[in-house]
């Protein structure tokens, strides 16, 4: 008896490897990462609705910025946009690592003052392990990373405190490997600076 369930356990532990082997085979086969979009808690394709929503609202203090498009004007002298992914090392789901991972962004800002315009860049960084995972995915304030931004050349301004809680989609199965074709985007959190 004993020695059937031996058998047995070493063949099912056969099974499963090939299985798994032919599934890591497909997931190598196709890159995910530039095919779908986190929405919620479902995936959708390319061609479908690639809507990405955060816990959040898209209102003040919180804004959506998507990778590449239009300015968001914060208030009447500043105005954001996420102009760059530079990399994205977070752990992906379905995927032990030792450490959580980060990514960063590259944001443009713009400062209007008058009839100049100023605009200058910055980096951003958030951790993979930014929310908590249950009950409702709250953000884990300590982990996020504030930046306080002054226009370069006015000493006198307040600036902004910008702080990047949040990029999606999240790395699934494997890291990303076309980081400029994944159609990215950041929630961003603004107030006003001291």
């Not at 004993?2 to 063949?11: D, L, P």
């Not at 959506?64 to 530079?86: G, P």
């Not at 789901?93 to 009839?115: H, P, S, W, Y």
């Not at 995972?133 to 006015?154: C, E, H, I, Q, R």
Request: positive net charge.
């Amino acid at each position: 008896m004993c020695k059937a369930f031996q058998i047995f356990t070493v063949g099912l532990l056969i099974a499963l490897l090939c299985f798994n082997q032919k599934t890591n085979k497909q997931m190598k086969d196709t890159d995910i990462n530039t095919r779908t979009v986190l929405d919620g808690n479902r995936n959708s394709s390319a061609n479908e609705d690639t809507t990405i929503r955060f816990p959040e609202p898209d209102k003040s203090p919180y804004y959506y910025a998507a990778l590449n498009t239009n300015w968001i004007e914060v208030n009447k002298r500043w105005s954001v946009r996420m102009a760059e992914v530079l990399s994205d090392g977070r752990c992906p789901t379905m995927v032990v690592c030792e450490v959580a991972g980060r990514a960063t962004v590259k944001i443009e800002l713009q400062f209007t003052d008058g009839n100049e315009t100023e605009k200058w860049f910055e980096t951003l960084t958030v951790e993979g392990v930014n929310r908590f995972p249950m009950p409702d995915g709250a953000l884990k304030p300590t982990l996020l990373k504030t930046a306080v931004v002054s226009p370069p050349n006015y000493k006198t301004q307040s600036g902004i405190k910008i702080t990047l809680c949040d990029l999606r989609p999240y790395p699934r199965k494997e890291f990303p490997r076309d980081i400029p074709a994944i159609p990215y985007k950041g929630l961003l959190l603004i107030t006003e600076g001291d």
